[in-house]
């Protein structure tokens, strides 16, 4: 699993935008959208163990026969880099993209991109992980300098685990650090603890005086991936998502039953073996029901998450530079509403999950 490439926020570090993409990104927030139906559309993914079903509903034809089912064509495009994925469909590139809850807020929804989270597709349940030097206990790492991707998802989760020991991030310092570097580096005798994910965290774990004090699994829930939708290409066509869903939840169908040739279709494209997308999928907490994915969307959790997802954004600055707060861009669940109700700009919407699970 390469969940390098899913470094939520890495624009901001790795990947800035070019002049052109930037402009057209503004412009995409900044336009009214119009009314538009369409039979072609086209949804892009980048490699991570939660992802690689559309790998598989690609390659075999399963989102080709919903679409069909629908009247309509779909292209599936792999992007190698994550973040350029989001962009593209920032820009509008791309109606759909395969990204974090944190992202989907920061990037395209913080930009203006009124986007839908179609389908929740998985939670990160232990791919994310804090190690410590010399300490078996967590309350220990006050103090001590933390190598990690700042303003990514290991960020959030150190930020998390802190405060399961009433800490902050004044009590330790932050080092940025390549997910490319960090293995190498807890060698030194110099580094005292890391927040990193997998497979890098697998590698760090094995290693002398390598302390796992906190997975994503104490936070369950809360590091989601999703498949997110233009909001008004989705209103305007509505069999797109039908499509999406359809496709998904026949894969979720095969992983549920483990379906041993599907599982190794997805792990070649993962770049490994069954055995080790199979550890991959450990960690991750598939919703492969949709009536699980269902009651997470309308429960009242889901927008408590997004909440701290927001305060998290926004204390870094990755809401804008003139946020005025965390609730400048508008959250909608089926729960309610964060933020600006007159600025919603992120939805998640579980009717045609719904409709899908009726219809079975």
């Known amino acids: 699993m390469t969940r390098s490439t899913r470094t939520p926020s890495q ?3 790795l990947a800035p935008l070019s002049a052109a993409l930037l402009a057209t990104t503004l412009s995409a ?3 009214p959208a119009h009314a538009q139906e369409r039979d072609e559309f086209s949804v892009c993914w980048s490699i991570y163990a939660g992802w690689m079903p559309w790998a598989y509903a690609d390659v075999e034809g399963v989102v080709d026969k919903w679409a069909d089912e ?3 064509s779909i292209d599936v495009v792999q992007v190698n880099d994550y973040v350029e994925s989001i962009n593209q469909f920032t820009s509008g590139n791309v109606d759909g993209c395969a990204m974090t809850n944190m992202d989907a807020l920061t990037i395209p929804a913080a930009s203006g991109v009124d986007s839908t989270a179609l389908i929740i597709n998985d939670y990160s349940n232990g791919n994310d992980g804090l190690v410590l030097k010399g300490s078996d206990d967590l309350a220990d790492i006050a103090g001590r300098q933390v190598n990690l991707v700042q ?3 290991s960020h959030y989760f150190l930020a998390r685990a802190l405060e399961s020991v009433g800490l902050t991030e004044r009590d330790i310092e932050t080092v940025n650090t390549s997910d490319a570097d960090i293995v190498g580096l807890f ?3 110099t580094t005292q603890a890391v927040a990193a994910w997998n497979p890098q965290l697998s590698a760090i774990a094995e290693m002398p005086d390598a302390n796992v004090m906190y997975t994503s699994a104490e936070i369950p829930g809360e590091i989601l991936d999703l498949m997110v939708v233009n909001t008004q290409t ?3 066509n509505p069999a797109l998502g039908h499509a999406l869903v359809g496709a998904w939840y026949e894969v979720m169908g095969l992983i549920e039953t483990g379906d041993e040739n599907a599982l190794t279709i997805m792990a070649d494209a993962a770049g490994t073996n069954l055995e080790g997308y199979r550890a991959q999928l450990e960690a991750t907490y598939l919703y492969t029901d949709p009536a699980e994915a269902i009651a997470l969307m309308e429960s009242p959790e889901l927008l408590e998450t997004m909440e ?3 305060e998290f954004s926004f204390t870094h600055g990755l809401l804008g530079d003139m946020a005025p707060n965390a609730g400048v861009v508008g959250i909608e669940t089926p729960s309610g509403v964060f933020g600006d109700a007159g600025n919603v700009q992120m939805r998640f919407d579980p009717s045609f999950t ?3 699970l009726d219809a079975q």
């Open 11 to 13: 624009h901001l570090l």
């Open 29 to 31: 927030g900044l336009t």
């Open 70 to 72: 629908y009247g309509i």
């Open 151 to 153: 303003f990514s998802v």
């Open 187 to 189: 060698s030194s005798s």
């Open 234 to 236: 989705l209103a305007d």
């Open 308 to 310: 701290r997802v927001a």
């Open 354 to 356: 719904q409709t899908y």
